[in-house]
Each structure stands twice: as C-alpha cells, then as structure tokens.
C-alpha cells in the first residue's frame, strides 16, 4: 500500500507578512499601498482622455499603475481576511477590517473618477483608442468598465456612495461577523453541556444519530433565534442602502448588478433554473429514498445530510490530501502538483479548534503569487470535497499568475466552475474505489448530496433573495416575516419533499450578508453545471484535456460567460439543452443510487 505522506493542518502566513496582525512588515507595506493609492489618484486627475495624441501612452501608464495597485490592495486584504478567519477574537486584526474598508472606498473613488472619464471619450475616439496594439489585450475589460460607467450616477455622487458605504453598508456586513463570530452554541454531550462556535456545531449536524442531529439543529436554531433581531437589522438595512443605490442609479431589476458581476444573461439564468425545475422529481425520488433508508416517512431540513451508513468513513487531514493528490493527477499532473505544492508549503488552515470563523474559502495574493485556503476539517468526506473545492479555486488563481491583473478579474460563477471541477473528480474518484456496496451508495450518496444543494437549497437561496429585495422595497421586513419568506422558499425549492424547515436560515447564512456581491447563491449553482458539462467534455477528450481545461481558465477574466462557453465549449447557455445534459449526468447518480 502507497505510504502516505504527512502534511500539517496550520497554514504558514509568516512567509508572506511575519508576525501576524501586528506585523510591521505589513504596516509598512500598507503604507506602501496608500502611496500608490495616491499616485494613482494623480495620474488619474491629469488624464485627460479627449487628448488625442498622449491619450493611448498616458492610458497605458494608468492601466499598469492600476495593475500594480489592485494587486498589492489584493494581497493586503487576502492577509487580513485570513487573520480575521483565523481568529475571530483577534482585536488587531478587526482594526484592519475597518482599515481594509477605508482602503478600499479611496480605491473605489479613484476607479470611478477614472470610469468616468473614459464615459467622456466619444465612441469612434475610444476604438480607436483600444485599437491600439498596447492596449489590444485589456479592450474587453475596458469597454467593459466604460459600459458600466455609462449607467451610474455622476463622479461626485457615486464617490460619496463610496464614501458612505464604509461606515453604512459594509459597516452592517461587519456588524453580522462580528456577531456571528461571538456566538456560541450549548449542545449535551453525555450529560455534560459544552459551548461550541458556530462552525464546530455544524460540522456535528453529519451525525449518524438522528437524536443528536435533531438536538444539534434546535440548539442552532435557539441560538440563531436569540439575536434574530440583530439579524435582521443587518439584512434590512445593508439591502436598504443596496435598494437606495439602485433607486438613484434608475435600476429596477435587482438582478441587474449580480448579473453584470458574473458576465452573463438574464436567459441564461432563466435557462439554467428551467432546466433544474424540469429535473426536480429525480432529486425528489432519492431524497424519498433517504428517507426511506433512514427509518423515516419524510426527511428533515436537519436529516438531509446525514450519512446512510451507520459506519462514518473517516480519514485523517494527510489521508484526505493525499487522495485529492492522486486523483486530480488522473486527470491533471499539473493540478496534482500545484495541489500537492499547496500542502508541502502550508497553504492551508484546516485546523479543528475553537475561534476560527464558520465556512470554508480560497484568498490569493496575487503579489507574492500565492493562496491560502481556509475551513475546518474534521475527517467526513464531506470534508475532503471542501478541500478539493478550495484547492480548485486556488488552481485557477495559479494558471493566471502571468495574466494581465486586469484580465484576472474573474466572475463568481466561473470561479465556482474550477473549484466544483476539482470537488467533482474527487467525489467520482471516491465513488469507483469503493471497496463494497455499503461504501459505494455512501460515496454516492455524497455526490448526490451536492446536486441538492445546488438545485434545491441554492434555489431556495436565490427565490428568498429575489422574494425579499421585492418586498424590502416596500419598507423593512418584520423577522417574522423573513422566517415566513425562508420556509416558503424552501418548500418551493425542495418541492415540499421535507417534514421539517429551517426558519432561521437566513440569519444563519452569511451569504445574504456579504456586501461585496449581492446574490451570493446562483453563481454557484452556474459554476456546478457549467463544471459538470466540462467535466463531460474532459472524459470525452481523454490526454488532451488539459491544456484545453487552462486555456478555458485562462479566458475567464475577459470574456462574457455565453461568449467563453462557445469558444470552448461550442455551446449556447442561453438555450436549456446544455443544461439538461449537464443535469442528466447527475440524475444518472440518483439512479445508480435506487438501484444499489
């Protein structure tokens, strides 16, 4: 049998900025960062876009600058994010939360003031312009940008958006965290009861005894429950400054913003939430089957992701890394070794203890052209996927390394298709090694765990998102009322298949609360399929897939989603057909499932 290889479950962030958040090191850098800020500021106020003989040499300064800054802003927020994570009761490291805020409002005015100069230029003036052959590679980005521009409110009017968004919207995200990272859930164990964070009592939610599952799921909810209120203070009033931005900027369609963020069409969501509706029965007969296999007449919010097998597989952090090391290799050698890099150099937190933040994610730093990835792992193969998503995720970031930074900037739900690719061929990989009948429907199960939650809770997020901006617009939504919109959303989603609902929801998700990115739920539904069909066309393809596969991850920060599956895909997203042949190959698993 292979030996397996021993890695450690800390990340080192030392080699990047030493000592922690009271580096100085990293203060200095920072000091760097607002230096360049200002300069940029500068060369920004002195271009002057309707001057035709130096605008192409001063827009080609301005766009290596531009580059130069966004990606040391993008190191120095991926370290502080990582610092939060990692501690959520660091009290250095929530100063620079609020320093990352003010950093990123004066980068934001720069950009507008710079957006909305290249508005002035006349059409025929800017193809010209972008023509040029030093600016060739960024016209996408930048017709992009100019396009954007061309809808929001005037220079000044949007800087003070920026400006009031530090202590007002963001400051509302901050305001969930942290609450959130304060909070502590009381569960019995054995008699005696102890007080978990928010992130250990859910990995407990995968306990193979319903009793304790059930008491996991109140417990959660009673503590959800306590500061609902709170809650919904955050919700309501960084959706009202959100509603209150589009109202100024003309916009009706609260889609507008999340869809342009991810490059893609209004019918290509369509398409894609039609195809899953049409499929939804599949999803519906397994998780009756569940049920079934459960002892019980009908799951619970709380039993969906309970394991079948009363005998949990668990392995060990260096267990699981080394199965995502072998298997990605089948399908990659270059993804094998990046991801068997990431674990030699400690770029990974997964550490099992009290204080980190809830949740998994994947930071770059683009400067020093490294990751991090962060989660807690407790051995379930639940647990193993996450760190094959992440490391997607991380994969994707490393083949651009030497793109242009303003071509990098991918959209959520391409950068969802990596990571989902990556979890895929780990879960596929698990499911054929299987060593008996029992294993094969639990690793299968696994899988199909995954379609649920991208087509069933997902679309649950995505109709209480959309229901509840609708009704925002009105005035605030009562808690009350918001536990109502999460259950019903969840019924529809589910197709009333479950016994049980979390009301709390909502509250619980820190998704509805990210002010970066409103939407935060169909992008990754997107990238699952859109990863599916991928993953299809890599089986077809054999050898040759894998240049194909990065020059596809290559294009994701410059093309239009519809335009990027065409070139390499020759697919129409906007049509349901792409979408239904990506959810057969899941509707295959169900089967397979019944079957066994």
Known sequence: MQSTKEYSQTWDLDVIFPGGSESKEFQTYLHTVQDEISKLESSVEDFDPKDSLTSATK??????????????????????????????????????????????????AVKTVFDQKLVAVDDESWNNLVSDERLQNLSFVLSETRNKAKELLSEDQEVLINDLAVDGYHAWGQMYDAIVGNMNVEIEEDGEVISYSVGQAANKLSNPDREVRKHVFEQMGKAWSDHADLFGQTLNHLSGFRLQKYKHRGWDNVLKEPLAINRMEEDTLNAMWTAISNNKQHFVKFLNKKAELLGLDKLSMYDIGAPISKSVKKSSYSEGA?????????????????????????????????????????????????????????????????????????????????VHGLNQGYAMNVAETASTFAEMIVA????????????????????????????MNIHARFLFETRFYEERKQGLVSVDRLNELMVEAQKEAYSDSLEEYDPNFWASKLHFHITGTPFYN????????????????????????????????????SMKVEDLAKKHLNVDLTKPDFWENAIALCVKDVEEFVAL
């Not at 290596?64 to 501690?87: D, G, H, P, V, Y």
């Not at 939360?97 to 003010?102: D, E, I, P, Q, Y």
């Not at 596929?428 to 087509?455: M, W």
């Open 59 to 108: 827009l080609v300064d301005i766009t290596n600058s531009l580059e130069s800054t966004m990606k040391k802003l993008r190191e120095s927020f991926a370290f502080i994010s990582c610092l939060s994570a990692q501690n959520v009761k660091d009290s250095h490291a929530n100063l620079l939360v609020g320093k990352r805020s003010a950093l990123k409002a004066e980068m934001d």
């Open 322 to 402: 080394n199965f995502i090391v072998k298997h990605f290799r089948e399908f990659s050698p270059k993804m094998a070794e990046f991801a068997e890099m990431a674990f030699d150099k400690r770029w990974i937190e997964a550490e099992d203890r009290a204080g980190k933040r809830p949740g998994g994610f994947c930071t770059s730093f683009p400067d020093s052209e490294q990751t991090r990835v962060f989660m807690t792992y407790s051995g379930t193969t639940s647990n193993i996927s996450t760190l094959a998503h992440e490391l997607g995720h991380a994969y994707h970031q490393h083949v651009m390394n030497d």
């Open 428 to 455: 596929d990989a698990a499911a054929k090694s299987a060593q008996n009948k029992e294993e094969k429907q639990a690793l299968l199960e696994d899988k199909i765990q995954r379609s649920v939650a991208f087509f």
């Open 522 to 557: 169909f992008p990754y539904t997107f990238g699952y399929l859109f990863s599916l069909g991928i993953y299809a066309y890599a089986v077809e393809k054999g050898g040759s897939f894998e240049e194909d596969y990065i020059a596809l991850l290559r294009d994701t920060g």
